[in-house]
């Protein structure tokens, strides 16, 4: 299906190229831009989610530079292609070092890995517009306000002459409020006949795309420009100010879009909810909730102010009470957690199960129906249907060396500050007697008690008191 988006006519071979290289010296970072995080995952990475839906992922070229195997790691399962530009010398440069894997392909679209904004749909629009054009470059421009800091596009009637950047326009150009975005179309045969003529005679001695322009008009070749109707969609993210107000436009829209499909958000601005998160109709997302990661929530649930959800699966007609924390966690149907549960990775909580105060889990499956309402840790345990866990009990999974396994059975019944000293097991329908630590298998249906015995000494406070 995708391979057909990548072709306009029988001939037409489309690849995109997305700039990755740089170090994003502005952001005052050791780390490299493109994997600076909005939205819940890399810039990069939503620039890829947009390609992908244009052509094939072996049909994107991500062209790296500075820390390139961090930039491959992070991506790497997107199937894209990489590109190593080595030195980083420019845009220009960067298409010169993608030049083998581009040349066979019948245009490209050059993308910008700092700006996540850019949706498919534009891309496609661009590319169709160089095409109906036939253009050697199309450039993707916007109308601002204020065009202070960007290149102004000069126009010779409906055509591109040149693309002039700021620190080198007339104050007549400077007036001009179409501004350059950095997204481009290329038709590759009048690109790579004439890349080689683009010079590196300004401060950074570097090659810049955006020089191509008059390179191209120069060789007899027509430059466009189309201009975009979403200006915000090509904003990058230079400092760490830009960064953060991409993400803020970014997850404002994710609200809205959920909030379209029947999701109630209270006080959505206070509410971190990741782009590639999905909740079901007729859910509360309360105040201060994140939603991180790769979530899904059912429909009919409610998740209350202050809790922290990441990488988990919850279903239908749940409620999450406040500040609960949740990673790698999966919630069956009409399940109750919280307030205050740590649910740690390889939690399996059963239908209408019941997780509590102040109770974390680990790697468990909790049965359906069986709680464990108070100050607990389950580590390492398969818990039958229909169990209770009082109040203070401990499964003591480590021994300093391996995790062993717990094993509640169905209906058993486990009293309060019981220590269950794994691996061991608990029978079908058995009680553990109140502070008991159990360290042998108890049969189905029996009682266990592991106490020490009491022993009281009458009068022993008086004597003492009297003492002192």
Not at 35 to 48: C, Q, R, T
């Amino acid at each position: 299906m995708k391979s057909s988006l990548n072709r306009t006519g029988p001939q037409s071979r489309t690849a995109i190229a997305i700039m990755a290289a740089g170090k994003g010296t502005r952001l005052k970072s050791k780390h490299p831009k493109v994997l600076h995080e909005v939205g819940g995952k890399a810039l990069l990475a939503h620039v890829i989610v947009a390609a992908r839906q244009v052509v094939d992922p072996q049909d994107i070229y991500v062209i790296v530079g500075h820390e390139a195997d961090k930039v491959q790691h992070t991506v790497q399962s997107s199937g894209v292609q990489f590109v190593l530009q080595e030195p980083q010398r420019g845009t220009g440069h960067a298409l010169m070092s993608a030049a083998p894997a581009l040349v066979n392909y019948d245009q490209v679209i050059v993308l910008s890995g700092d700006a996540p904004l850019i949706t498919a749909a534009t891309i496609s629009k661009l590319r169709d517009f160089h095409q109906q054009k036939k253009a050697a470059m199309t450039i993707l421009s916007a109308q601002l306000d204020n065009p202070t800091g960007y290149g102004r596009i000069i126009r010779e009637g409906s055509d591109v002459k040149a693309v002039v950047e700021e620190k080198s326009s007339t104050p007549a150009q400077r007036k001009i409020r179409e501004i350059n975005s950095g997204f481009y179309v290329f038709s590759t045969k009048p690109l790579f006949e004439n890349i080689e003529r683009l010079r590196t005679d300004n401060p950074h001695g570097e090659y810049y795309l955006t020089d191509m322009a008059a390179v191209l008009r120069k060789a007899k070749q027509r430059v466009a420009a189309m201009k975009t109707d979403y200006p915000s969609e090509i904003l990058g993210s230079n400092t760490r100010a830009e960064l953060v107000d991409i993400d803020r436009k970014m997850r404002h829209e994710k609200c809205l879009k959920l909030m379209s499909a029947g999701v109630t958000i209270f006080f959505p601005d206070t509410c971190v909810i990741d782009s590639d998160v999905e909740i079901g109709a007729d859910t509360t997302i309360e105040p201060f909730v994140q939603l991180r990661g790769n979530t899904r929530i059912g429909s009919d649930c409610r998740i209350r102010s202050y809790s922290v959800i990441q990488n988990s699966q919850i279903a239908n007609d749940v409620l999450v009470k406040p500040g609960c924390v949740l990673d790698e966690a999966t919630i069956s149907n009409g399940a109750i957690l919280g307030p205050y549960s740590h649910l740690r990775p390889g939690s399996e909580i059963g239908e209408g199960a019941h997780v509590g105060n102040f109770v974390e889990t680990k790697k468990i499956r909790l049965g359906k129906k069986s709680k464990a309402n108070h100050l607990t840790y389950l580590g390492d345990a398969e818990v039958g249907d229909g169990v209770n866990i009082g109040a203070g009990t401990i499964t003591c999974n480590y021994d300093g060396v391996h995790k062993h396994k717990t094993i509640i059975e169905d209906g058993a019944f486990i009293g309060s500050d019981a220590t269950l000293v794994a691996p061991v097991k608990i029978g079908k329908g058995a009680y553990v007697a109140a502070a008991s630590c159990i360290t042998e298998d108890v049969p189905p249906d029996s009682l266990a008690l592991g106490r020490a015995k009491q022993i009281v000494k009458e009068g022993w406070a008086k004597t003492k008191l009297e003492k002192r």
